[in-house]
């Protein structure tokens, strides 16, 4: 049975070329409509942003500055892929780095970020 990731610090390569996959936003609203368990998905921008200009539906709010300090507080199960975002793709990769460093398994960064997500049409909550 599946269990929940117990992240410890140099538990994983976040330099091992599948330590996450960036997923486009249309393939990944795709899937995640579907997936069992549900995606856990993690909006990396600050406060302001997530509450201002919207943010993806179940987003949990830790930004990139203080995840690593609350990565105990992720209850995400072994077999869960986790979805991370900001405005754009390079703030959600530093954020898989150090999740993938800490053992994380299944990461996916949304490619483009949340511009691009926005671009294609996709749901936003909180406007």
């Given at each position: 049975l599946p269990q929940e990731v117990h992240p410890r610090?140099?538990?994983g390569d976040p330099e091992a070329p599948d330590?996450?996959?960036?997923v486009d936003p249309r393939s990944a609203?795709?899937?995640?409509?579907?997936?069992?368990?549900p995606w856990y998905v993690v909006d990396v921008?600050?406060?302001?942003?997530?509450?201002?200009r919207g943010h993806l539906a179940e987003a949990?709010?830790?930004p990139l500055e203080v995840l690593e300090a609350?990565?105990?507080?992720?209850?995400?199960r072994t077999d869960q892929i986790v979805l991370l975002y900001a405005d754009d793709e390079a703030r959600?990769?530093?954020?898989a780095r150090i999740l993938a460093g800490y053992g994380f398994p299944n990461?996916?960064?949304?490619?483009?970020?949340?511009?691009?997500w926005e671009r294609e049409g996709l749901p936003v909550e909180g406007r």
């Open positions: 610090a140099g538990a330590a996450w996959r960036v609203r795709s899937l995640m409509q579907t997936a069992t368990p921008r600050d406060s302001r942003a997530y509450a201002t949990a709010l830790v609350n990565v105990g507080d992720l209850h995400v959600a990769t530093a954020a990461l996916r960064v949304l490619g483009g970020g949340m511009a691009a």
